[in-house]
């Protein structure tokens, strides 16, 4: 793949040479464009290396509280969104430094839009953040109208998830899992689901049914 320029790498003296900040930033935005079969091998690659590759644990929606989840997100533009996004992770009292992870969302958006071409979006660091939350979290939110957020395939946002884990392997995992959980039938669900209970349940119940399928 380095020698065809897939792959982010330097030759040196004759040797590949391949940066681990690079590698993970491009497999980052490689991911929501793989098929099944190849996010369900990053998620055994990259899952804790104790547990057996065969675990299938819920390794989304465990992050996720219901104090994570606002289905009427106050957001007419990207900045707006990023900064009501924070402001929900600030709910969940796993939020040490909204400030820093604010501006880490925005480096990270200059860099290039996270929205993908189905009017999802999936606001995260460059780089995990492990001193900015207690523990790793997702929220997730919808607005009440598609915005603009920068999609390099066109079309407005509604659904966000934010992502803040505390380490590369950990939000690798956790990307391939929610791009397997956000089908065409999950995102219309999302959109119509009428209380934010109802969105979280049945993000557990996509989850719940990739879970089953592995086993």
């Not at 492990?130 to 997730?140: N, T, V």
């Amino acid at each position: 793949m380095a020698d065809r320029g897939k792959l982010p790498a330097q030759k040196v003296g004759g040797q590949w040479r391949f940066n681990r900040a690079r590698v993970t930033e491009w497999l980052q935005q490689e991911i929501p464009t793989y098929d099944d079969d190849r996010l369900v091998r990053i998620e055994q690659a990259m899952g804790p290396r104790e547990v057996s590759l065969d675990d299938q644990s819920m390794i989304v929606t465990d992050l996720i509280g219901l104090e994570g989840v606002e289905i009427h997100l106050r957001a007419n533009t990207k900045a707006s969104a990023l900064r009501e996004l924070v402001g929900l992770a600030g709910q969940t009292d796993l939020l040490y430094d909204p400030e820093g992870l604010l501006d880490a969302l925005q480096q990270r958006e200059e860099m290039c839009s996270t929205a993908l071409p189905n009017g999802v979006a999936i606001p995260h660091p460059r780089q995990p953040m492990p001193y900015a939350s207690a523990e790793p979290l997702i929220c997730a939110a919808r607005t009440l109208h598609g915005i603009p957020f920068g999609s390099n395939y066109g079309g407005l946002t509604s659904l966000f998830f934010l992502i803040c884990c505390h380490d590369d392997r950990h939000h690798l995992r956790v990307l391939a899992r929610l791009m397997r959980i956000l089908d065409e039938a999950t995102i219309t669900a999302l959109k119509a689901a009428e209380t934010s209970d109802d969105f979280l349940q049945t993000l557990i119940d996509k989850e719940t049914e990739v879970v089953k399928a592995m086993k």
